[in-house]
């Protein structure tokens, strides 16, 4: 059974901080990964994806991943209320039969 | 740009009935996947199809649950019959490959008495 694991929270920041996401996963020939917002009683939305090694900025977000550790983290910069919302990891499986396996999500919220 | 449409938004029904859902992805999408979301839980997948192909149902129990895809848009799945532990927010997401880049429909919140 391939897994994403996510501290499901609350992670709680006051507005302004640095909000840090993570999560796990535990097969290794995953590709691709990706972060996913979810309002309460609303649908997933992407937000980030990344494919290699390293850092990836975009706008106030920033997601990193280490292969070798299978980890993967979403950074929020400059917090705001309106970030507070569940953040969902996700990775595709390796092999012919693609499939987004998604972690059970970490509800964040951001206090003014 | 229109989003993916889901219907109905809310149903509520007894155990033991049947229900259905229906999914309309954003046009040109060719991959169409149907998930189901427990309360605190990610995303599930049930099914996912390539233009009318399902190609993954591994997931789906098909005693009760049915899928269709006809001429390759719209989808609706089915149960038939509905148990309590069927209660979940059902969604409907399109790409326009097979690909993490999925977009969400609003789902269907179904209640099960």
């Known amino acids: 059974q391939k897994e994403v694991e996510q501290n499901s929270g609350p992670l709680s920041v006051p507005e302004g901080a640095i909000a840090s996401l993570n999560c796990t996963y535990s097969?290794?020939?995953?590709?691709?990964f990706f972060w996913y917002r979810q309002y309460s009683g609303k649908s997933p939305e992407l937000i980030m994806s990344i494919y290699s090694n390293g850092d990836k900025e975009d706008g106030r977000f920033t997601a990193q991943l280490n292969k070798a550790s299978q980890y993967v983290s979403l950074l929020i910069r400059d917090s705001q209320p309106s970030d507070s919302a569940t953040y969902l990891c996700?990775?595709?499986?390796?092999?012919?039969?693609?499939?987004?396996?998604f972690g059970k999500g970490t509800l964040l919220t951001v206090n003014p | 740009e229109a989003g993916v449409v889901q219907s109905p938004r809310y149903k509520i029904i007894e155990k033991k009935q049947p229900v259905a859902f229906w999914c309309n992805p954003i046009s040109g999408h060719n991959t169409l996947y149907w998930y189901l979301q427990n309360l605190g839980q990610g995303p599930e997948l049930l099914i996912r199809?390539?233009?009318?192909?399902?190609?993954?149902d591994s997931q789906l129990p098909k005693d009760r649950f049915s899928a269709e895809r006809l001429k390759g848009v719209d989808s609706t799945l089915k149960i038939q019959p509905a148990e309590l532990g069927d209660s979940a927010v059902y969604l409907c997401?399109?790409?326009?490959?097979?690909?993490?880049?999925?977009?969400f429909g609003p789902g269907t919140r179904l209640l099960v008495l």
């Open positions: 997401a399109s790409s326009l490959t097979m690909s993490g880049y999925q977009y």
């Open positions: 199809y390539e233009n009318e192909e399902a190609v993954d």
């Open positions: 097969d290794r020939v995953s590709q691709s």
């Open positions: 996700a990775a595709t499986s390796g092999g012919s039969n693609y499939k987004l396996t």
